[in-house]
């Protein structure tokens, strides 16, 4: 088991981060995307992460030509996607196991889709049923809610689908299958999700057109997509861990580059920013999505929060957060984040039993828990092959030194993340 042993930090430290990891999100949408296309897309800055490369070989696999040089990536698709000689291997993404299910339900042929140990044991419910719904033929282990995922690609009825979780990958799902529909389809979610999709398929002249009353409207493209033509901006969520470190050090700040401001996408900071760090925000560009920098700086002891709205937003930051939180004076709250259960672990027990063992007090509720903010004492914390895990803990480690096993994990989101922690405190792998 491979193992990261993070030292206290010895001096305050100013970060430039140049070099965050690509967006993952992005990354996973160009490499699936491209093949709605009929001529070729170009992608810079596409993340070489496990789980990304494991979405751009499937696109392979499915018959398109992938050219890689590092992280410039041309990917052009073929006349018609092709049935595959082999099973199409996620890895550990559940985003790239959930939106191949909704591209191929309606593409003629059988796929299989399968993931590693951890992503088989991951609910796939959430997308088969409401693809089985509208005609999609999906089978698996417990009736189809585990992997490995059997797909029969076919001709879709249009449908009109309110679902009953606010989900960036069930929303995407019936998108991509609604533009495979015979005719025009609607989606609709209580609460708005990270909204990656639809901006890169309006960008490629879908039209996906969200209603006065909530219903988002998807017409079937008369004609294939545009191609892609884009720099994906670092990734927020990888960002955010060294914004936390910031907050949490005194007289650190961070300056982290070239990273998507898409307001579903930055709620995390919002947060922090509420909590007491002090953040500025500079946009540069917007055209699939608004980037730019982001400037974090220690202003102080951070206050306890509670967090209990646009959930769907920061979910996948809710466990660097809860690093903010266990320094924070008073006790912090988070509900209505059950979906923390279902993520790479079950990220309310990962969290939790982590904090335990660095002193910190905390309560477990079914849909979140209570942190109440006190000293980090150093501990020895297994990741449960969870990347955010791993990472969250390592900041935590910046304060009193912290042993992190099973880190392997952090290769599928943000492969150069020990390398960036290395250039403020020593990390002995």
């Known amino acids: 088991m491979k193992t990261a042993a993070i030292a206290p930090v010895q001096k305050t430290f100013k970060l430039i981060c140049k070099d965050i990891a690509a967006d993952k999100s992005i990354s996973h949408r160009c490499a699936m995307f491209s093949l709605l296309s009929d001529r070729p897309s170009h992608i810079r800055n596409f993340l070489l992460g496990e789980d990304t490369l494991n979405s751009l070989k499937i696109a392979s696999q499915l018959g398109a030509n992938v050219e890689r040089k590092g992280s410039e990536i041309t990917i052009t698709p073929p006349a018609k996607l092709s049935e595959p000689d082999d099973v199409l291997d996620c890895g550990n993404a559940g985003t790239g196991m959930r939106l191949y299910c909704g591209l191929?339900?309606?593409?003629?042929?059988?796929?299989?889709?399968?993931?590693?140990?951890?992503?088989?044991?991951?609910?796939?419910?959430?997308?088969?049923?409401?693809?089985?719904?509208?005609?999609?033929?999906?089978?698996?282990?417990?009736?189809?809610?585990?992997?490995?995922?059997?797909?029969?690609?076919?001709a879709l009825k249009p449908f009109r689908y309110e679902s009953p979780v606010d989900s960036a990958q069930v929303k995407s799902a019936l998108i991509l299958a609604g533009l495979r529909a015979e005719s025009k389809s609607y989606y609709k979610e209580a609460l708005l999700s990270r909204d990656h999709t639809e901006r890169m398929l309006r960008g490629m002249g879908a039209s996906i057109v969200l209603q006065e009353d909530g219903w988002l409207e998807i017409s079937p493209p008369k004609r294939p997509l545009n191609p892609l033509d884009i720099t994906v901006p670092a990734d927020p969520s990888s960002g955010f861990f060294f914004a936390v470190a910031?907050?949490?050090?005194?007289?650190?700040?961070?300056?982290?580059?070239?990273?998507?401001?898409?307001?579903?996408?930055?709620?995390?900071?919002?947060?922090?920013?509420r909590m007491g760090a002090k953040i500025a925000y500079e946009t540069h560009e917007d055209r699939y999505e608004p980037i730019g920098d982001i400037h974090i700086s220690y202003d102080g002891k951070l206050q306890a929060i509670s967090i209990e709205n646009h959930i769907a937003w920061l979910i996948d930051e809710l466990p660097a957060l809860s690093i903010a939180m266990a320094c924070a004076e008073g006790t912090s709250r988070v509900s209505n984040a059950q979906e923390l259960r279902v993520k790479e672990s079950d990220r309310i027990v990962s969290v939790l039993s982590g904090l335990n063992a660095c002193g910190i007090k905390t309560v477990e509720h079914e849909d979140g828990y209570e942190i109440t903010g006190g000293k980090i004492h150093a501990a020895t914390i297994n990741s449960c092959g969870d990347h955010r895990i791993a990472m969250s803990f390592a900041m935590a480690g910046l304060l009193e030194g912290m042993v992190i096993e099973d880190i392997a994990c952090v290769d599928t989101s943000f492969p150069n993340f020990f390398d960036i922690l290395s250039e403020i405190t020593k990390v002995d792998m």
Not at 123 to 133: I, S
Not at 250 to 262: D, E, M, Q
Not at 267 to 272: D, I
């Open 246 to 273: 910031a907050a949490i050090v005194p007289g650190a700040s961070v300056f982290i580059k070239n990273v998507t401001l898409n307001p579903t996408r930055i709620e995390a900071y919002k947060v922090l920013e």
């Open 104 to 154: 191929l339900a309606g593409v003629e042929g059988s796929f299989v889709l399968t993931g590693d140990k951890y992503l088989r044991q991951r609910p796939m419910n959430r997308v088969v049923k409401p693809l089985r719904e509208i005609g999609a033929k999906i089978d698996g282990r417990e009736h189809g809610n585990l992997a490995p995922l059997c797909i029969r690609g076919q």
